[in-house]
C-alpha cells in the first residue's frame, strides 16, 4: 500500500506550514501537532502510513515518541529529524527503529527521496507479507497433516504447542510416514517463517562431504576447494535447518554438532575462526537411537540434545482408519496439480487400501493414488484401478480375511488408550460375531440347521445367540 496519511510533529509553526504545503501538494493527507503530547494523542486516535518527528519537542521528545510508536504500531514509518546533526543521534534513532533520518535544514528533494524510498520499502513488506500469509496457509497444519485418528491428534497437539518455541525437536517414524512435511509444518507456523528452511539428508552424502556440506569450507581447504562456500548453517541463519536420517551421521561429525547445539557457533572446513549462527534444528531418523547409543554408534549427550520434544509419526498400518481422509486429500491434490477427472474411490477400492499394509506408508499411498487417478478413466476409482496393488497385497497374504480383519483392529484400537479399556477380547468378538452369523443366515436363506451347522455350533445355541443379537431370521 502506498504512503496516504501523514503524521508532522515539530514545535516550529513554519516547519509545519511548509511540511503541510510540500506534502498536501503532492496529494498526501497531512496531520500537523504542535508538541510530543500532541502528536501522540493524534497517532492514537489515527492511522498512519509515516510520521516525520522533530527529535527535540516540548512534551515528549521525538525519540521517546518513536519507541512508543514502535510498541504501538510498527508498522507506521517513522522519520527524524533534527537541527542537530550528530552521530549520537543518528545511531540511536535507527536503534529505536526509525525507517530514516534527516538533518534541518534540507532540501525538499531530500525528503522526496525518502517518501519515494518509504513507498518501495512498503511495497515490498506488503508482498513479503502477503506471501508469509501463503506460505503459512500453505503450511497450516491442517492442510498438510492429514488425519483424525488419536495417534495422529496427539502429534497436532504437540505441533501446536512447539511450533511457536525454538526448542530442538527429534522427529522418529518409519520412512514415508512424513517426518519432513512435520519438519516444514513446524518451521511455516513458528516465527521462523519467511527465513530459510533448508533440508538435508544425512546419509544420502557421502561421509566426506558431509562436513563441508553443514559447514562450509574455505578456499584451498581440499582439492577442488576453488572458493569459499557457505554450508547450509550459514545459509539457513536465522531460520530452520532439518536433518533427515540424523542416525546416519558419523560419530565424529555428530561430536561437531553437538558443539553447534550448545555453542550456536561453527567453523568452516580449513577455517580458523567462528562464525555465530542462528538456526533451529529438527532431526528426524527412522532407527531406534536408544540403540544405536546402547551400541556406541550415536552419541548419548547429542541424543538428548536432540530428543528435546520428541514427535513420533505412526506407520499408516496403525491408522487406517485416516486412509479415507487420506485418499480424498491426495484425489483432491491430483485434480489441482496434474488435471486429473477422479473424485474419489468407490467402496471396494477403499477396502482394498484400508487392508493393504502400506510398507512405504503415506508416500506410498500418495503415489498409488496418483499413478490411479492418472491411468484410470473412472471418476470413480475402483479396485481394478489398483490391480498390482492387489496382486502384491495376495502375495504378501494382505488380501487375506485375516489381514483385513487386522487393518481394520488396528485402525480402531491403534486410536484407544488400551490402558483404559476392558474386556476388550468379549467386545470384539462381539462386535464380529452378529455379522457373521447374519451373512451366514443369509447364505443359508434363513435354514437355522444348516446355519448351525456352517457355523460349528448347536441349534439351540444358534437360536440363543440370534434372540441375544437381535438378529432377525427371515426364511425364504
Known amino acids: 500500500m502506498p504512503i496516504r496519511r501523514i503524521l508532522v510533529a515539530d514545535d516550529e509553526e513554519s516547519m509545519r506550514w511548509v511540511l503541510s504545503k510540500a506534502l498536501g501538494k503532492k496529494g498526501y493527507e497531512v496531520d500537523l501537532a504542535r508538541d510530543g503530547n500532541q502528536a501522540e494523542d493524534l497517532f492514537l486516535r489515527n492511522s498512519y502510513d509515516l510520521a516525520i518527528l522533530d527529535i527535540k519537542m516540548p512534551g515528549i521528545s521525538g525519540l521517546d515518541l518513536l519507541s512508543r510508536f514502535q510498541d504501538k504500531r510498527p508498522q507506521t514509518l517513522t522519520v527524524i529529524m ?264 468407490n467402496d471396494d477400492a477403499l477396502a482394498l487400501l484400508q487392508a493393504y499394509a502400506w510398507p512405504g506408508n503415506v508416500r506410498e499411498l500418495e503415489n498409488t493414488i496418483q499413478r490411479a487417478a492418472l491411468l484410470s478413466p473412472n471418476q470413480l476409482l475402483g479396485p481394478e484401478d489398483f490391480a498390482s496393488l492387489y496382486e502384491a497385497g495376495k502375495s504378501e497374504d494382505h488380501g487375506s480375511l485375516e489381514a483385513l480383519i487386522t487393518a481394520k483392529l488396528r485402525g480402531s484400537i491403534g486410536g484407544m488408550e488400551v490402558q483404559e479399556l476392558n474386556n476388550l477380547y468379549e467386545m470384539v468378538l462381539h462386535q464380529m460375531e452378529r455379522p457373521l452369523i447374519q451373512i451366514v443366515l443369509e447364505k443359508t436363506r434363513g435354514n437355522q440347521v444348516k446355519a448351525a451347522e456352517v457355523l460349528g455350533i448347536n441349534r439351540n445355541t444358534l437360536r440363543k445367540k440370534t434372540q441375544t443379537l437381535g438378529i432377525d431370521v427371515k426364511k425364504e
Request: hydrophobic share 40%.
Open 82 to 345: 533534527t537541527a542537530e546533526s550528530s552521530m549520537k543521534n543518528a545511531i540511536e534513532a535507527m536503534k529505536r527503529g526509525a525507517y530514516d533520518y534527516i538533518t534541518k535544514p534540507f532540501d525538499l528533494d531530500a525528503l522526496d527521496a525518502i517518501l519515494l524510498k518509504a513507498d518501495k520499502a512498503r511495497e515490498v513488506s506488503a508482498e513479503v507479507g502477503r506471501l508469509k500469509g501463503e506460505l503459512k496457509q500453505q503450511y497450516h497444519l491442517e492442510r498438510t497433516v492429514v488425519g483424525n485418528s488419536k495417534p495422529m491428534q496427539e502429534v497436532y497437539k504437540t505441533l501446536g504447542r512447539i511450533a511457536p518455541s525454538d526448542v530442538t525437536v527429534l522427529i522418529t517414524g518409519e520412512s514415508g510416514t512424513g517426518k519432513e512435511l512435520v519438519a516444514r509444518a513446524i518451521h511455516f507456523n513458528s516465527p521462523r517463517l519467511g527465513r530459510p528452511f533448508l533440508a538435508l539428508n544425512c546419509a544420502a552424502i557421502p561421509r566426506e562431504l558431509l562436513e563441508s556440506e553443514l559447514f562450509g569450507f574455505e578456499k584451498g581447504a581440499f582439492t577442488g576447494a576453488v572458493e569459499r562456500k557457505a554450508g547450509k548453517f550459514e545459509q539457513a541463519d536465522g531460520g530452520t535447518l532439518f536433518l533427515d536420517e540424523i542416525g546416519d551421521m558419523p560419530l565424529d561429525l555428530q561430536a561437531k554438532l553437538l558443539r553447534v547445539l550448545q555453542e550456536k557457533e561453527i567453523t568452516r572446513t580449513g577455517g580458523n575462526s567462528t562464525i555465530q549462527v542462528d538456526v533451529r534444528i529438527v532431526a528426524a531418523t527412522n532407527q531406534d537411537l536408544i540403540k544405536k547409543v546402547q551400541a556406541r554408534e550415536f552419541r548419548e549427550d547429542l541424543f538428548y540434545r536432540l530428543n528435546v520434544v520428541p514427535i513420533n509419526l505412526p506407520p499408516l498400518r496403525e491408522r487406517a482408519d485416516d486412509i479415507p481422509l487420506l485418499v480424498d486429500f491426495f484425489v483432491q491434490a491430483a485434480r489441482e496439480k496434474l488435471g486429473t477427472a477422479a473424485l474419489g474411490c
